[in-house]
């Protein structure tokens, strides 16, 4: 956002107004909706340094307080926005009801923004570009679908039953996760009760052999350490570690880049990344070209609507190919995202004039193999969480017997 300074005439005194804005355009506008008067000129001027201080201190502040709608209510609000569409009630009056009615604190400040936005004459997608993080991508996605095809209460209805099946999978994931969640939970209390209260008491039988100590039993005492006179720092330097790189991700492009691309090149995590993109990007795809949308502004909807950047990246360049007068079965192969079945599926729904339908099963399938990830889940997970478990209870056992070893062969003069 760049800093601009506003000069606008209003009974008979000029004011300069700073605001930011994208562009002099942009900043031009919002100067019209939020100042009656006459708009002499726009300047981009240079920030000051006060102003850059309190819009870092907004920022910080705002990432860490802001938090997405809740699942449920989010899709009530879709289900009932839908329904009052369908029914012939103005956008802005269904958006200013149900933020009247919801409990959801969040869901009421964002439609009710949303309901001023369209009151000011925006369109309600444009609106909701201001709220991505608190919607999501595939709401404004499925939302932009209903504004070109001109149904929106069908492109509600649904985004509101693709927001249901996220919902059922997330359940699914957290149940999946549950017992292997717990158990390292458990392994955790244990571990740090044992480092805080029972290596102390050999520390001083350690100390007073005067021998140099083994390995696991060094990595024990510095760990006792810290925890017996550092821990509430260590607990400090963690949460503001945490909250710092919260703020550099969402803020800063390049290193939300490489986190993504660090979680595509993570165990289990990738899979679960990749083909959950992928099933939403293949069925709002569907959704779009059945709506008779060109594939060029299909792709594009579609793929604003992917969180992964790289992979983002990747299905951009099918645009690319395709806006150049290549096919989409050729612009998919070049990602190197999808399987030789699928190239030939699109390739033959295209020969055919049945790509929605083609791409409908593309859709499914990744549907199918995201639904096995996340059930296999637990059995995936297991590996990492015994080697996890035995390696904690390998160095308390090395860390406090090897020692006792050494000392017992000590008093019997070996």
Known sequence: MKYFIVTILTKGKREEIPLYAKDRKEANEYAKLKHSGIIIKVVEGKEPLEAQLKRFKANFFQNIKKRKIKPDALIAAVRQLAVMTNAGISIHDSLSEIAASTDDQALKHVFGRLADDI??????????????????????AMVQLGEKTGNLDE???????MLEEIRANIIKFKKAMAYPRNVMIAMAIAFTILISYVVPQFKDIFES?????????????????????????????LFL??????????????????????????????????????????????????????IAEALDTSIAMIDNLPLKLKLSSVRMTVEKGGTLNTGLAETKLFENMIIQMVRAGEDSGTLDTMIKKVAEYYKMRFDAIIDGLSEAIEPIMLLIIASMVILLALGIFLPMWDMGNAVQGR
Request: charged share 15%.
């Open 119 to 140: 009151n000011a004459g925006h369109a309600l997608s444009s609106s909701m570009e201001n709220f991505r993080f608190e919607l999501g991508n595939l709401s404004i």
């Open 155 to 161: 492109a509600l209805y649904s985004l509101a039953d």
């Open 209 to 237: 052999l005067n021998a140099e100590l083994p390995m696991p039993t060094q990595i024990l005492l510095t760990l006792e350490h810290l925890f017996n006179n550092y821990g509430l720092y260590v607990l400090a330097i």
């Open 241 to 294: 570690a945490f909250t710092t790189f919260k703020y550099l991700i969402n803020n800063y492009r390049h290193i939300r880049f490489g986190w993504h691309k660090f979680l595509l090149r993570t165990y289990l995590i990738n899979n679960i990344i990749k083909f959950s993109t992928l099933s939403r990007f293949t069925l709002v795809f569907a959704e779009l070209v059945r709506a008779g949308i060109p």
